[in-house]
């Protein structure tokens, strides 16, 4: 029997290498599932595309608030809402990818305060199974993704203030009126 012909040889196919540029650095693409992304990028598209949502939603509201038409208003937040969901999707795919994970684990973000594990844990250094690292932060991205934590925590501030001033507005008022 040749060896040709043996069934339990091993295969003799070449394979290339997975990675076309080892130890480079790979594109950050904005709107696909494939690639990575670091922390602090994700952090900074994230602001951006939060940003973007806000202003389109609020023109949208302005639009449809003055024309009288309540239809209008829930037709204008679902066009708004469903890019910005794909947008945040994929862009956590990409930062799955940069762990070493597989897409799917962005499911887990629907668990509360699991979602907080594509901001604290590290990407791995190096090329993995999607790609080469990311290309270095740049000094916009650097203060984009350190803004979006100090927006967080001062929305949480006021969300904390803002109900306890208007109760003391209102002690204040009521206090007024029983004087004589």
């Known amino acids: 029997m ?61 639009l449809t608030g003055r024309s009288g038409v309540g239809i209008w208003a829930g037709l204008a937040v679902t066009l708004v809402t469903i890019p910005y969901v794909i947008f945040i999707v994929l862009l956590s795919i990409q930062r799955s990818h940069d762990m070493g994970w597989t897409g799917w684990t962005v499911l887990m973000a629907f668990i509360p305060f699991v979602g907080l594990i594509w901001l604290l844990n590290p990407g791995t250094k190096g090329s993995n199974r999607f790609g080469a690292p990311p290309p270095p932060n740049s000094t916009l991205v650097k203060i984009g993704g350190l803004i979006f934590p100090v927006m967080a925590l001062v929305g949480i501030i006021a969300a904390i203030a803002l109900p306890a001033y208007q109760g003391y507005m209102q002690r204040a008022k009521a206090a007024q009126v029983v004087k004589p």
């Open 2 to 62: 040749s060896e040709a012909m043996n069934p339990y040889a091993a295969p003799r196919a070449t394979v290339a290498d997975v990675y076309e540029d080892e130890g480079g650095i790979q594109p950050v693409k904005w709107f696909s599932a494939k690639g990575r992304v670091g922390r602090l990028r994700y952090l900074a598209r994230t602001l951006v595309g939060y940003l973007l949502f806000l202003a389109v939603f609020f023109v949208l509201s302005m």
